[in-house]
């Protein structure tokens, strides 16, 4: 108590309403320690798509099974929860979803043009082998039912919501030592038919994910030199779609080009928590 939004509701829906009155626990600590903003921070900073460094070593089911829960605490649209987590751990399954990529990523490599079409080959998208544990995170539109609260309008909304559980994941993963790679060079019907999936659900994310050599410091297309990280300041507008910052927005903005600088020179761990 005592900070503010702490210890109680500020609305009531339910008052004057038919509405039973829902009892509802209150999280005890309302702010993260310094320690514990330092460890999401790191957790989000630190985070890479890992596609080569992989160890044979197994990843232990508990560690596992916490991953997978965080994945499912993801949020949903009207708590739709409309994933499934199928894991995948026999050579034979890895080997066909490979030849899918194989043959996705041939056609992807006709796609590009000069200094790219050079590159591509040469750039290591997946380690669906090399990986111990591979995971297609799903999304099944219907699963509760043709009207959603919060779908209503923007039907995608439900696989947002499977994205949701892929970055999740992704996160609680990297705090283990866990490396994640999303692979997604692939025929979706390919992966479907390898993976037994039915018409109706949609395959979001393939995943590889196993301990790692290391994590590299920056994204690997970044080093390769494919694209480099925008400037944060420049994706900032301000009521109105492509309106710079006001005299009122200029500390934010300049906050935000700061922040990315302590981040590339690796101070802002250090000096933010
Ligand atoms: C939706 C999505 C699909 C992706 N597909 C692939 C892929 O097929 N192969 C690959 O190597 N990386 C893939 N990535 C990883 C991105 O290349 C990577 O996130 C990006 O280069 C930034 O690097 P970082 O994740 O290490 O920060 C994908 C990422 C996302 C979010």
Known sequence: ??????????????????????????????????????????AVLTRRDVRGQFLPDPIPDEVLARILTAAHHAPSVGFMQPWNFLVVRSGEVKKTVHDAFLKATAEAAEMFEGERARVYPKLNLEGILESPVNLCITCDRSRTGPVVVGRTHIPVMDIYSSVCAVQNLW?????????????????????????????????????????????????????????????????????????????????????????QQAVRDSRFLDERF
């Open 1 to 42: 108590m005592g900070e503010p939004g702490q210890g109680f509701p500020t609305s009531f829906p339910w008052k004057g309403t038919h509405m039973e009155k829902p009892i509802q626990a209150i999280q005890e600590n309302h702010r993260f320690t310094a320690e514990e903003r330092r460890a999401l921070y790191k």
């Open 171 to 259: 996160l609680a993963a990297r705090a283990e030592g866990v490396g994640v790679g999303w692979v997604s060079i692939f025929d979706n019907e390919a992966l479907r038919e390898t993976l037994g999936i039915p018409d109706d659900i949609v395959p979001v994310a393939y995943l590889c994910l196993g301990y790692v050599s290391h994590f590299f410091e920056r994204p690997e297309l970044e080093t390769a030199g494919w694209q480099e990280r925008l400037e944060a300041r420049d994706l900032l507008y301000f009521d109105q779609w492509g309106q710079g910052p006001s005299e009122a927005d200029a500390e934010l903005t300049e906050r935000v080009a700061g922040d």
